[in-house]
């Protein structure tokens, strides 16, 4: 025999829903748009089970299983409220009317039909007790409850089930929630992380905090340029994967190096490299740094030009250019940030090191006078340089003897140590 339900839902959207689900499971299905109506087709129509929206329109759900459950032909009939109504005084609300059962909307299929189907097979029966009405205060109202104990079991257990389906949904909510989240720190984790590959971490912070980052003016930063001779002839007997590979090994070499002596690598490129000392974060020190440093690149490259000839394969030589001087430094570009520099001390650092020799490290004088007293130097004289005039230049050859633990003046003593600490203690000006 085909099961009938009776349905009162004033959502056209919720009332299809409802009407497919329903009928895809085979019962008889009428349905009214408000209590009202749902009375109504009742007069011609009796139901299995009634199923109840809440808030409609003429007469709600509250009023209309009152109505039902008031009449004697009816009252037999369970009731089913649904509601997206979830406070404690609904479900009073529900039970003082004499709703046999409680779900949430919208309406989820499993669960209304596992409700459905407890209450077609536990129908309320004549014989069943009825207990002494019991007024009940809660939230500022009285309620007047009088239910059979097959009501209030029926009624229990469907706020039992609610409540475990909504722990369920809360559960897979906050496992859904944690996963995004931690998603989302993976993911700014990364973006981080390559925001400050790209600009320097002081500057990388104030972007985020603020969004922009202003232009500053530096009164002293030591500029370096690199570039490598005979670049293009040994390119054209090496594949692309080949030419790639070898500038990257020297590349993050040299960023290592940076790294160790407290410069900011700026920008590659081509086969280019610059660098600088004394930004974003002024100090006193970046002269003797940045010198420190261009030692350091050179000796690996004398060491890979040396295996490489062993090799048999060919090999790039460097020049390397430095000078001292006041900048304007800042960020450019919206989407593709770059954090530069500009003024005449970039072109002279540029002009230090296409006028220098492969192997050597050339300094202007206005470098030279500040790290005289840490390094050897050798005066090159008055060298042209291009749209330049000329320009003082010196090779650095070594640490001075007196302040080199080697032979070769390339480790650091403890007069060195002593002599830069002074200078990291003289204020720098920005």
Known sequence: MTRK???????????????????????????????KEALDILQNFNPDVIISDVEMPVMDGFEFCRAVKSNPDWKRIPVVICSSLSEPEDIVRGIEVGANGYVTKPYEE????????????????????????????YAGNNYNIKASKLHIIQVLLSIYENTMKQNKELMAAQIDIRQKAQALEKSLGESERLLRNILPVKIADRLKTQGYDE???????????????????????????????????????????????????????GDSYMAAGGIPSPNSTHPVDTIRAAIEIKDFMDTTKALRIDQGLPYWELRIGIHTGPVVAGVIGNKKFAYDMWGDTVNTASRMESSGEVGRVNISR????????????????????????????????????????????????????????????????Q
């Open 5 to 35: 339900v009776l349905f009162a839902e004033d959502s056209p959207i919720q009332g299809i829903v409802l009407k497919r689900l329903l009928t895809s499971r085979g019962f008889e299905v009428q349905w009214g748009k408000n209590g």
């Open 110 to 137: 499993t669960f209304l039909m596992y409700r459905i189907e407890s209450l077609l097979s536990n129908p309320p029966r004549e014989e069943d007790e009825e207990i002494d009405t019991i007024e009940i205060n």
């Open 215 to 269: 232009p500053e003016s530096f009164s002293s930063v030591t500029v370096l340029f690199t570039d490598f001779k005979g670049f293009t002839d040994a390119a054209e007997f090496m594949t692309p994967k080949e030419l790639v590979d070898q500038l990257d090994l020297c590349f993050a070499q040299f960023d290592a190096i940076m790294e160790l002596y407290k410069l900011e690598k700026l920008k590659t490129i």
């Open 366 to 429: 206005d470098t030279y006078d500040i790290v005289k007293d840490f390094f050897q130097c050798q005066y090159r004289g008055k060298i042209p340089a291009k749209n330049k005039g000329t320009i003082d230049m010196y090779f650095v050859e070594r640490l001075h003897p007196a302040l080199s633990k080697d032979q070769e003046g390339k480790i650091p003593n403890e007069k060195f140590n002593e002599l830069y600490k002074a200078l990291d203690n003289t204020p720098s000006i």
